[in-house]
């Protein structure tokens, strides 16, 4: 409670009259006595002595009369040029500010003087001036419209349910003071809530505040703030020495009287108080407040003084009154109270004052501010508090690098180190290993927020080492204290400082860190290089082996780098290896000849190239690809220094493949076969070339197998091409017909047609046929072929009779049909256009609508409803459908 804000001037010591309450105009203090008698005192500051106030009494025999009993109440409307009052006499008067004569009494509903009053409050709102006043247990509301009149006119009364004690404008509503209850009521509509009930001890205050739209009531010693509908306003209460007897408000500062003190309250959330200042003055009855509330006051302007107060700021100031004496407290210049409080390090009294202050005139600077956020962060960094030091911190546009420079290693060493009065108490602290890792978990969020984004483009110097030193804190603080985190920091764009960066993550031994680090800056070549050295190092279990470095290839494009580094790789596992190909976009030639540079063995080489291929065919159209895996397939084959079990394991590829692959070219490849073996896959590529009498010879004659003969003739078998359908002809003539040296084979030849007599034209079959077969041989054949013929006919007759019954049935319904009777009545009109039908040639529809011959445009549409009889007879197979 150190800070000075307000400093007191006494005026008058001692006044004849007594004092009952006081406002003020301009310079004039209005002091209204309890002898009825209105003192007008000019107040100036002594520019001479400049430690004091000369109050000069005015008007003094022109008052005496403003009233014949004691002045309760004072509020002065400058706009209007009037004063309002309660005197004595318990009714409200208006008087001119010009000469203090009385204007207007205040009336009720039917005219007559409103007695018995006892408290008002004026608000203007819009240009509208309303006016609440409490006589005994009633509410009057007046109101004044100055572009209408310039006398108050009357507008509501209400009941109320005891006595106010004070009264307040809250926006739309009066807040009224109780014995027991603070309460709302409305002013122009009939509705009101209770605010707080119960005993409110001796004193009941309200006072409204413009600025924030809040209003102080006084409950139980305490002030609390509610806004204007009644709903708490702050998380704190502001806690009063004793009872207030009297309240002011000189913005941002609560003053209360109190029996032998004032105490001056900074309105601001805080559980550790809002009093800053108490001031001794025993006595104290009256604070100068008009119960005026402006919600159309703008912010004024900063009056200028030639010869203003080096500290004071003597046009803001406020008035206070005892019995019979009469005091100013002026307010000190915020300037002034701001470095008071730092020079007391109060940091964050002088911060709170300058958040209330900043939407007012009496705003300090920006650069003032944020001086003392640096301060608070750096004396709260320097006593350990980090996270709240960070906070401040990041309310203000320091370089960052002055921030981090306070944590040691934390700053790029190629930068300088940026000094504060606090820097080397900081270090000292930090040099305790737990304090150092506390300050760099709180620097953390600092470093995020003030990041420079890494997309922006086209920075400046200043902000490309601004943007190089924060990243690469970050990295650092990440490492000490969240080590998880360090990978997708680091995976993600950056600009931390390259070497400061590869010596931190070594050092912490994070090498798949390191490699993700390398990759996000293109540094691919030094990545490879660290994979190859920690492929068979203990250092990294994460990286050791083969396949980090196939992954890493997979994923890069550069293939240069691809080729010199997965030479390694496919000396080490040749077949793994084959993966790092797999997303490449080289040649499949420039590949196999890259094989070939490779020191293994041709047997390895050979099967790398074959594996390598198979994957390329999977997703190649390429003949040639397709045509040079079929060939390695063979060469395979035909080594004699291959193993017969690796033989044995590709042999059946290369048939699988022949069978499915669509894009070799078997022209080419019928001449790498040898004549004396490989009989299946020769007759593969000649059926490929629809030369399949020679595909089935070599299933019968060269292999013996009939059964692969008939199995090949099925699959030809009912494609497009005419020989396809004489396939099994082929075959049967094969039989008969053998190459010198064969017997013919007339056994296999009926079994053929045995087994596929329906697939076979028998006419022909049998005129191949050597004449003296006997007929015992085709019994069976001959047997399944009458059997067919007679199912077939049978077939025929049914389709035929179920035709013949349709046919009669679609007769019987068009004779139905024909002989319909449609009746043309005198008034039937065509619904097309219009006119009377009569005896004009007509055309009926089947669902009974009639139009005239000429107007009809469809046959089968309905020109009235739009039905499509055709689609209908359609849809419902040849029968329309029953009418809708």
Aim: proline fraction near 4%; include cysteine; charged fraction near 25%.
């Amino acid at each position: 409670m150190s800070q000075k804000a307000l400093q007191l001037f006494p005026l008058v010591e001692s006044l004849k009259n007594t004092v009952s309450c006081l406002t003020t105009l301009g310079d004039k203090l209005l002091v209204g006595t309890t002898e009825g008698t209105l003192l007008v005192f000019n107040i100036e500051f002594d520019q001479n002595d400049k430690r004091k106030f000369i109050c000069n009494l005015s008007f003094d025999e022109t008052i005496k009369s403003f009233s014949r009993k004691p002045i309760h109440q004072l509020c002065v409307i400058k706009d209007l040029n009037q004063l309002i009052s309660i005197s004595g006499d318990e009714n409200i008067k208006i008087h001119s500010l010009d000469n203090f004569k009385e204007m207007q009494s205040l009336a009720g509903r039917k005219g007559a003087i409103v007695k018995g009053c006892n408290l008002f409050a004026v608000k203007k709102q819009k240009g509208i001036y309303m006016l609440g006043a409490t006589a005994k247990k009633r509410l009057y509301v007046f109101r004044l419209n100055p572009s209408e009149s310039k006398y108050w006119t009357f507008v509501e009364e209400y009941a109320l349910p005891d006595t106010p004690r004070c009264i307040t404008w809250s926006g739309e509503w009066l807040c009224l003071g109780y014995k027991k209850q603070y309460t709302l009521i409305h002013a122009t509509e009939a509705k009101s809530k209770i605010l707080f009930s119960g005993n409110v001890q001796n004193s009941t205050l309200c006072m409204a505040m413009p600025k924030s739209k809040e209003v102080i009531v006084v409950r139980d010693g305490i002030g609390i703030c509610l806004d204007f509908d009644g709903h708490p306003a702050r998380s704190y209460g502001l806690q009063w020495g004793e009872v207030p007897s009297c309240m002011g408000f000189l913005n941002p500062y609560i003053i209360v009287g109190l029996q032998n003190n004032v105490e001056i309250h900074l309105l601001r959330e805080s559980e550790n108080g809002t009093l800053i200042q108490s001031i001794p003055i025993p006595g104290i009855t009256k604070i100068s407040h008009d119960n005026y509330l402006d919600m159309d006051k703008e912010e004024e302007k900063e009056e200028r003084n030639e010869l203003k107060h080096s500290e004071l700021d003597i046009h803001n100031r406020i008035f206070i009154a005892g019995l019979h004496k009469l005091y100013v407290l002026c307010m000190r210049y915020f300037e002034a109270q701001v470095n008071t409080l730092l020079q007391n390090k109060q940091y964050k009294d002088a911060l709170d004052l300058c958040e209330i202050l900043k939407d007012t005139r009496f705003k300090l600077p920006d650069h003032s501010v944020e001086s003392i956020y640096l301060e608070y962060a750096f004396y709260l960094m320097a006593r350990g508090d980090f996270k709240k030091a960070m906070s401040y911190f990041a309310n203000t546009n320091v370089d960052p690098r002055f921030v981090i420079s306070q944590i040691p290693n934390l700053l790029n060493s190629s930068m300088n180190s940026f000094m504060h009065m606090e820097t080397e108490r900081i270090k000292n602290l930090l040099s305790d290993e737990i304090k150092y890792k506390e300050a760099l978990k709180a620097i953390i969020p600092f470093l995020t927020h003030r990041r420079i984004p890494a997309e922006k483009k086209d920075l400046t110097e200043t902000e490309k080492e601004i943007s190089e030193a924060v990243d690469t804190a970050m990295l650092k603080a990440y490492l000490a204290t969240c080590e998880q985190l360090v990978h997708a920091f680091v995976r993600m764009p950056n600009r931390c400082n390259v070497t400061e960066t590869e010596e931190a993550l070594k050092e912490a031994k994070k090498y798949y860190e390191l490699i993700t680090f390398y990759k996000s800056k293109g540094m691919h070549e030094q990545s490879l290089e660290l994979l190859k050295r920690l492929s068979n190092s203990s250092e990294s279990e994460q990286l050791q082996g083969i396949q980090p470095t196939i992954d890493y290839l997979s994923e890069i494009k550069d293939d240069d780098l691809l080729l010199k580094y997965a030479g390694w790789v496919l000396l080490k596992e040749p077949m793994n290896g084959l993966k790092i190909f797999d997303k490449s976009n080289l040649p499949a030639e420039e590949i196999l000849e890259y094989f070939d540079t490779l020191k293994l063995s041709d047997a390895t080489k050979l099967q790398m190239k074959i594996a390598f291929l198979e994957n390329i065919v999977k997703k190649s159209q390429e003949p040639e690809t397709h045509n040079q895996l079929i060939l390695l397939y063979l060469q395979i084959i035909r080594q004699n220094a291959v193993e017969e079990s690796i033989k044995d394991s590709i042999r059946p590829k290369l048939k699988e493949f022949l069978i499915k692959s669509q894009y070799y070219t078997p022209e080419k490849l019928l001449s790498k076969l040898p004549f004396d073996e490989m009989y299946e896959e020769r007759a593969i590529l000649l059926s490929r070339i629809n030369r399949h009498a020679q595909a089935l010879s070599i299933y019968v004659h060269k292999m013996k197998r009939p059964d692969l003969a008939e199995k090949y003739c099925s699959q030809i078998y009912g494609t497009n091409n005419e020989e396809s359908k004489n396939i099994f002809i082929t075959l049967v003539q094969l039989y008969l017909n053998p190459p010198n040296g064969e017997e013919v084979n007339i056994p296999q030849a009926i079994k053929t047609l045995e087994n596929n007599y329906e697939k076979i034209n028998s006419i022909q079959a049998l005129r191949l046929l050597p004449p003296d077969i006997p007929v015992q041989m085709l019994a069976n054949y001959y047997d399944k072929l009458f059997k067919k013929f007679t199912e077939r006919r049978r077939d025929l007759q049914v389709i035929k009779n179920l035709m013949k019954s349709e046919n009669l049935q679609i007769q019987a319904e068009y004779i139905k049909d024909r002989s319909k009777v449609m009746c043309i009545k005198p008034n039937r009109r065509c619904p097309v256009c219009k006119r009377k039908i009569e005896n004009k040639v007509f055309r009926w529809y089947p669902n009974g609508t009639v139009c005239h011959y000429i107007c009809w445009k469809d046959n089968h549409v309905d020109p009235k409803t739009g039905r499509n009889f055709l689609l209908e007879y359609k849809l419902f197979k040849g029968k329309y459908p029953s009418k809708r």
